[in-house]
Structure formats: structure tokens, C-alpha cells
């Protein structure tokens, strides 16, 4: 009986060996972050190309960084937002990119975009006036939506403490006042010597814009002149003072050194 017993367990061990060899436990994914960007981890080894990822497509160069922008695969030119997720069925400035993301051109040169005039030579495009250099809203320079938005961290560039956003009418609030802007990328920057205001914005736990409130405002480490709206410091003082009543506001600060 306990020979028979031994074989029934051997034979059960081998059967799980091959269910393990033919169906191994699939591998840990995650987004990490460095200082260079966002990859993609698989196990023990980085994303590398496109991947689908819950639901939108993202593309990662041979090292293993998300990419963002316009790139260039297989003949065919692709934007990817600030978040890394692929474009599909819109219009990027004048640029039109079909259901699978593809920039649509037709026969005579330009864009799918019946408004748009701009034309490509060769067939690529022309970076000089892709998105960056057309006035539009924040939302279609970063590339996000900004009702997708959950969390804002704001950081005092005069050294005070950092104040966190996770309330959903008060993150609402302040996408409202940042849909009052158009923007225009910079030319001929020069650069602020400081900031009062910056802020991460994120999308759950991940961030996918970043904004230093001067002038030019920058997005995304990028410089643009506000068309239409005006850096308003008062605004952003009231918005921070009436989550946390601590926060010192720039009147307060500056009474605080008149008295020194």
C-alpha cells in the first residue's frame, strides 16, 4: 500500500513540473521612474517598443524610456502624449492621426486635417509647426484630460512646505482656472530667476504634467507665452490658502520682510 502511495505522489510531482513548464506564473509588471524618465518593467527585464498597456499603446526606445511626442516607426509617424499613451481618431495641432494612431496624409502632401493648410516635404513632418509651435489649451500641450486628473501637489519655491490636493471639487477647481489659458510655444526665452508656484499633476499615482507658474510658463520643461490669461499669483495664493490656512500668500510673506 505504501509503495503504491510513493508512486501516486511521484507521479503527481511530475504532472505539476510540466503544468509549470508548459504555463509559468506570469511575470510582475510595473512603471518605475528615474531621472531620466518612466520604463516599464516585465519581471526581470524593461519594455522595449510598443506595448499595450491597460488599453492605450506606448512605445519605449532601446533603453527601455517611454517615450513621448511625435516618433517615427516603420515608415509611419506616431504622437504620444505626456503620459506616453498613443493618440487615436484626433487632431494634434493641424496634424490628423487615424484609429490606429497613423498621421493620416493625403495624396497631395498635407494632413488629413481638412482646416489645415501646413504641408510635409518627403513625407515627414515638419517640427517647426507641429503642436508646440500652434496657440492651444494646457491640456492639448501635455496631452492629458484634465477631468483625468486626481491629485495636484503644489511646491513653494520660497522654501515653504509642499500642499497636497486629493479633493475631487478642489482638483476640479483648479483644472477650471488652468482651462482659461492658451498657450504658444516660446521663442527667445528668457528664463525666470525663480518661482513662487510649481505643481505636479497626477492621474492616480502617476504624474503626468508638471507647471512652474512664471512667465513664460513652463509645462513640462517647456516655455510658453500665455495668449490668453495671465499668471495670477493672488489667484493661486487664495486657491492654496483655502485648502490649508497655514499657507503663507505672497502679501503675507512680503508684510513678513517689510517688518525685518
Given at each position: ?88 481618431s484626433t487632431t494634434i ?122 512667465n513664460p510658463i513652463i ?22 490658502k483655502s485648502i490649508d ?16
Open positions: 500500500m505504501k509503495k503504491q502511495y510513493l508512486k501516486r505522489l511521484v507521479a503527481i510531482g511530475l504532472i505539476s513540473t510540466s503544468v509549470l513548464a508548459v504555463a509559468p506564473i506570469k511575470a510582475f509588471a510595473a512603471w518605475k521612474q528615474d531621472n531620466v524618465g518612466w520604463w516599464y518593467t516585465e519581471g526581470n527585464e524593461y519594455a522595449t517598443g510598443w506595448r499595450s498597456i491597460n488599453g492605450e499603446w506606448y512605445y519605449f526606445d532601446g533603453n527601455g524610456y517611454m517615450k513621448t511626442g511625435w516618433v517615427q516607426y516603420q515608415g509611419k509617424w506616431y504622437y504620444l502624449y505626456s503620459s506616453g499613451a498613443m493618440a487615436k495641432g493641424s496634424y490628423s492621426v487615424d484609429s490606429n494612431g497613423a498621421w493620416i496624409q493625403k495624396n497631395d502632401g498635407t494632413t488629413g486635417n481638412t482646416a489645415a493648410t501646413s504641408s510635409t516635404n518627403n513625407g515627414t513632418i515638419n517640427t517647426s509647426t507641429n503642436v508646440d509651435s500652434e496657440s492651444q489649451k494646457i491640456s492639448g500641450v501635455s496631452g492629458i484630460k484634465f477631468d483625468d486628473v486626481t491629485k495636484i501637489v503644489f511646491y513653494d519655491g520660497r522654501g515653504g512646505k509642499s500642499i497636497t490636493i486629493g479633493d475631487k471639487e478642489k482638483v476640479k477647481e483648479f483644472m477650471g482656472y488652468l482651462d482659461g489659458y492658451t498657450i504658444k510655444k516660446a521663442t527667445n526665452v528668457e528664463a525666470s530667476d525663480g518661482y513662487i508656484h510649481s505643481a505636479h499633476f497626477y492621474i492616480n499615482d502617476k504624474d503626468v504634467m508638471d507647471i512652474t507658474f512664471v509645462i513640462n520643461n517647456n516655455y510658453y507665452n500665455a495668449i490668453k490669461g495671465e499668471l495670477d499669483t493672488d489667484k493661486i495664493d487664495k486657491y492654496l490656512s497655514s499657507y503663507v500668500t505672497t502679501s503675507e510673506w512680503n508684510d513678513t520682510y517689510k517688518n525685518q
